[in-house]
């Protein structure tokens, strides 16, 4: 059964970059066929997935955040991380990190990080 | 940008009842359809794939039709567990999702 879980700061200064990081246990973020996403909810409850990274290491993000988005991978710790650069208010979202993205459902997900973004 | 839109956004029912969820694609999708159910302070959990697919461990009243556009979530008989909001989610193109579905008494 795998496990994720997001860790990082909870609060964000405005045009800061918020860095997330996502530890899977219980499998290997190397696996083949594998993609790893990172998930954001707004407090208005709407999803938006960000981007992911696949178990190559190949990334692809959402058009509308491709800008201020990168995401890595440290596979010697298993995990994968989330930079979003700039953050504003609108950042303001609780952030999962979750197993599936291309072709594939989400089928495993973290408990969420919810992120703050004030000065 | 492929759009998915819920109706309703909010569903009132009983214990027992047969409930039906809609989510529409802007555009054919297939059957590259997922659902979830989301209870309060907790993750998104996956019920059904493929459109149609029960995830393993759901309960079986739980099911899943529909392909290119429509899509339908149906629980035959609604359990006090249930009282959640439910999400569609297209993985044909990129990713999106419903605005949610919340299933209250």
């Known amino acids: 059964q795998v496990q994720l879980q997001e860790s990082g700061p909870g609060l964000v200064k405005p045009s800061q970059t918020l860095s997330l990081t996502c530890t899977v246990s219980g499998g290997s973020i190397t696996s083949g066929g594998s993609f790893w996403s990172w998930i954001r909810q707004y407090p208005g409850k709407g999803l938006e997935w960000i981007g992911y990274i696949s178990y190559s290491g190949r990334t692809y993000y959402n058009p509308s955040l491709k800008s201020r988005v990168t995401i890595s991978e440290d596979t010697s710790k298993n995990q994968f991380s989330l930079n979003l650069s700039s953050m504003t208010a609108a950042d303001a979202a609780v952030y999962y990190c979750a197993r599936g993205g291309g072709i594939n459902w989400f089928d495993s997900w973290g408990q969420g990080t919810l992120v703050t973004v004030s000065s | 940008d492929i759009q998915m839109t819920q109706s309703p956004s909010t569903l009132s029912a009983s214990v027992g009842d047969r409930v039906t969820i809609t989510c529409r694609a802007s555009?054919?999708?297939?059957?590259?359809l997922a659902w979830y159910q989301q209870r309060p302070g907790k993750a998104p959990s996956v019920l059904i794939y493929k459109a149609s697919t029960l995830q393993i461990g759901v309960p079986s009243r739980f099911s899943g039709s529909g392909s290119g556009t429509e899509f339908t979530l149906t629980i035959s008989s609604l359990q006090p567990d249930d009282f959640a909001t439910f999400y569609c989610h297209q993985y044909n193109t990129f990713a999106t999702f419903g605005q949610g579905t919340k299933v209250e008494v």
């Open positions: 555009q054919s999708i297939g059957a590259w």
